[in-house]
């Protein structure tokens, strides 16, 4: 076999392999899920005789995964029975859109709720305090500085800022406190220069503040005394925690996180697709996808539908290398984007985090390929390199060059093409657009590859 005739083979085996390629991440998406799915910690069941408290860490940032973490163990407690639940905060703050969910989750149970501020109840979190039924505060503990603030660090909208206000003032009035306090924390306007807040600076309470204000029933130690001061000493205590899936899933939610997933998603199955196998691109390709679906689906944001609609987007574009013509690429690819954007409760970030997947992926393939494609032993596995050039071997038509003014007879009328017979070689050619009758005598003017000019040869152009 000639190499030309190995590279047409290889062009027609192209689509073949990449369809291959395509259903075997497919299949390996298929493999990851499934168990991640199962890793979704169940319910523990929990038996007493006596009362029962539910300790509910609220920590870190507010985020959709913590919703999810919070409705589980609240939806637990009312299950079991539980007397109380102790929200122990400890939280910077976070999405308002969490916040929100995790408040009305808060105000739908009729299991008692107190907010224990274990340091900090700041923006968010203090918004979840307000929700709970009483709050309790650390000495030392802070509670306030609520203002929104969009992802750039800058202050929100009018539109998001009165949303905001409304739900603080809520929170507030839901349990009789007085929501003058609760304002002054998320708006600048509100002059209480009495409590460090004059006008153009957020409020925030410290613990004394707090019990002046009657935005706290009092000041504890550590939880033990809280559980003292409440009278649920003897009580049997269930301190909830956050599952391994839980704990993930709240990682992968990360504003910061998604964007990075989906870069890494896309960078490694286009690698994929144009290297030999199926090897660390498309693995990792995968898995970054796999991720993002199963942290969305245990934060509550994505459900079996977007998992479906991304396999038929999958399933699509393998057909379009079966059946070509474009449509069922574009309508794969648009089941794709599709699936991505009903996964998420955020529009706009998810906009952006596919802008920003969709640049690193073009900027680094131009990087890989145009800067160190000649260097890196990696890349040149990867990408094709060969070409059919003259060096290389490859000859697509000789050039008859030694046949110019060569002399012979048209063997058959040239209207313009016939043939010639040339120093005794039959030969196809062509005149310069006149008609020459068989037999005349003819020479070569030039060739052109495969084309061979020729012209009739007169008595006078022989002398």
Same mark, same amino acid.
Request: negative net charge.
């Given at each position: 076999m000639t190499k030309q005739e190995g590279r047409v083979r290889m062009k027609n085996n192209n689509g073949r392999k990449k369809? =291959?390629?395509?259903?075997?991440?497919? $299949?390996?998406?298929?493999?990851?899920? +499934?168990?991640?799915?199962?890793?979704?910690?169940? @319910?523990k069941g929990h038996s007493s005789n006596g009362e029962l408290v539910y300790v509910i860490p609220v920590e870190e940032t507010v985020e959709k995964g913590l919703f999810?973490?919070?409705?589980?163990?609240?939806?637990? #407690? @009312?299950?079991?029975?539980?007397?109380?639940?102790?929200?122990?905060?400890? %939280?910077?703050?976070? #999405?308002?859109?969490a916040a929100t969910e995790i408040g009305k989750r808060i105000r739908e149970t009729e299991v008692p709720i107190v907010a224990f501020v274990n340091n900090d109840a700041i923006s968010a979190g203090a918004f979840? !305090?307000?929700?709970?039924d009483e709050i309790y505060m650390t000495k030392d503990a802070r509670m306030g500085a609520a203002a929104v603030i969009d992802q750039a660090g800058n202050a929100a909208d009018e539109k998001a800022n009165s949303?905001?206000?409304? !739900?603080?003032?809520? !929170?507030?009035?839901?349990?009789?406190?007085d929501a003058t306090y609760a304002l002054a924390m998320a708006d600048k306007e509100i002059d209480l220069p009495k409590y460090g807040a004059e006008k153009g600076k957020l409020l925030t309470l410290?613990?004394?503040?707090?019990?002046?204000?009657?935005?706290? @029933?009092?000041? =504890?130690?550590?939880?033990?005394?809280?559980?003292? /001061?409440?009278?649920?000493?003897? *009580?049997? /205590?269930?301190?909830m925690e956050v599952s391994f899936a839980e704990q993930l899933a709240r990682f992968i939610t990360h504003p910061i996180v998604v964007p990075i997933l989906l870069s890494i998603g896309s960078l490694g199955l286009v690698l994929e697709l144009y290297s030999p196998g199926f090897g660390i691109p498309?693995?990792?390709? *995968?898995?970054?996808?796999?991720?993002?679906? $199963?942290?969305?689906? =245990? !934060?509550?944001? #994505?459900?079996? @539908?977007?998992?479906?609609?991304?396999?038929?987007? +999958? /399933?699509? +574009?393998? /057909?379009e290398f $079966?059946?070509?013509?474009?449509?069922?690429?574009?309508?794969?690819?648009? *089941?794709?984007?599709?699936?991505?954007?009903?996964? %998420?409760?955020?529009?706009?970030h998810m906009a952006l985090s596919l802008v920003i997947a969709i640049g690193v992926t073009v900027l680094a393939i131009f990087i890989l390929f145009k800067v160190f494609g000649k260097k890196m032993k990696l890349i040149k596995r990867i990408v094709l390199s060969d070409s059919t050039n003259t060096e290389s071997g490859y000859v697509s038509n000789k050039n008859r060059v030694e046949l110019v003014d060569q002399v012979g007879f048209a063997l058959t009328a040239l209207r313009p093409s016939g043939t010639a017979l040339i120093n005794n070689e039959r030969i196809d050619v062509v005149t310069e657009g006149g008609y020459i009758e068989k037999n005349k005598k003819i020479k070569v003017l030039k060739t052109e590859g495969s084309r061979v000019v020729v012209r009739e040869l007169n008595e006078y152009d022989e002398q």
């Open positions: 369809a =291959v390629k395509l259903l075997s991440l497919s $299949f390996y998406l298929c493999l990851l899920i +499934i168990p991640l799915l199962f890793s979704i910690t169940l @319910e999810a973490f919070l409705d589980r163990s609240i939806t637990q #407690a @009312e299950k079991n029975g539980a007397s109380m639940i102790v929200l122990e905060i400890h %939280t910077p703050g976070g #999405a308002v859109d979840i !305090a307000l929700n709970a949303y905001w206000l409304a !739900a603080m003032r809520t !929170a507030a009035e839901h349990n009789g406190r410290t613990a004394d503040q707090a019990i002046e204000v009657k935005y706290a @029933e009092g000041i =504890v130690t550590n939880r033990a005394e809280l559980l003292n /001061v409440l009278g649920f000493q003897n *009580a049997s /205590v269930e301190v498309g693995i990792m390709g *995968a898995s970054a996808l796999v991720l993002f679906f $199963f942290g969305h689906l =245990v !934060a509550g944001l #994505a459900g079996m @539908e977007s998992i479906i609609l991304f396999v038929i987007g +999958i /399933v699509l +574009i393998l /057909v $079966f059946i070509p013509g474009g449509i069922l690429g574009l309508i794969g690819f648009g *089941a794709i984007l599709t699936s991505l954007f009903i996964a %998420t409760d955020n529009i706009a």
